[in-house]
T-cell receptor
Framework: DAGITQSPRHKVTETGTPVTLRCHQT?????MYWYRQDPGHGLRLIHYSYGVKDTDKGEVSDGYSVSRSKTEDFLLTLESATSSQTSVYFC????????????FGPGTRLTVT | KNQVEQSPQSLIILEGKNCTLQCNYTVSPFSNLRWYKQDTGRGPVSLTI?????NTKSNGRYTATLDADTKQSSLHITASQLSDSASYICVVSAEKAAGNKLTFGGGTRVLVKP
């Protein structure tokens, strides 16, 4: 998985609790992304980062925030988890824009009860 | 709205046989098209990336084609193996898309049987 780890790999949490997912890379790539994957939908971009402390919203960013204080770490926070945020979350990295590869992590399965 | 549609949704093939997956897109302006393989419980892994000027690209037993005029792509799997059982995802990128935004298709689930 191209030097990308995600933690935790599985999590069950209750509605209303905050949750933080971590993505860690060892490739020193500039860009990092958070996606969610749900049945019946293709992967959808939540937030992305184009450098330390530089982040922007994707298409499904409501209810999520991110932070990137170091090149290697990109955190996704669900401020108050809801059942609609039950999903599989993937982190991805890329060196640049355009035709650069995006490499995906192994995913985190989150269940909100 | 940018969209990527894949067909069929799923298919079953016998080991050793060939198959072809289809992808139609409406992403504009077009930059590149990618095919990913996603094994169950794992993240997607890139198979090919094609730009406007490329109409065929191979990666081992996988061959992707692109017709930018009709906005169609196909992925051909030759001499299928049990390890080819996976979801195959077509992904299209628009030129100068903010955040390298990729538009993902829903995938085709392939099951190879012995």
């Amino acid at each position: 998985d191209a030097g990308i780890t995600q933690s935790p790999r599985h999590k069950v949490t209750e509605t209303g609790t905050p949750v933080t997912l971590r993505c860690h890379q060892t490739e020193n790539h500039r860009y990092m992304y958070w996606y969610r994957q749900d049945p019946g939908h293709g992967l959808r971009l939540i937030h992305y980062s184009y450098g330390v402390k530089d982040t922007d919203k994707g298409e499904v960013s409501d209810g999520y925030s991110v932070s990137r204080s170091k090149t290697e770490d990109f955190l996704l926070t669900l401020e108050s988890a809801t059942s609609s945020q039950t999903s599989v979350y993937f982190c991805a990295i890329s060196e640049g824009q355009g035709v650069y590869e995006q490499y995906f992590g192994p995913g985190t399965r989150l269940t909100v009860t | 709205k940018n969209q990527v549609e894949q067909s069929p949704q799923s298919l079953i093939i016998l080991e050793g046989k060939n198959c072809t997956l289809q992808c139609n897109y409406t992403v504009s302006p077009f930059s590149n098209l990618r095919w990913y393989k996603q094994d169950t419980g794992r993240g997607p892994v890139s198979l090919t990336i094609m730009t406007f000027s490329e109409n065929t690209k191979s990666n081992g037993r996988y061959t992707a084609t692109l017709d930018a005029d009709t906005k169609q792509s196909s992925l051909h799997i030759t001499a299928s193996q049990l390890s080819d059982s996976a979801s195959y995802i077509c992904v299209v990128s628009a030129e100068k898309a903010a955040g390298n935004k990729l538009t993902f298709g829903g995938g085709t689930r392939v099951l190879v049987k012995p």
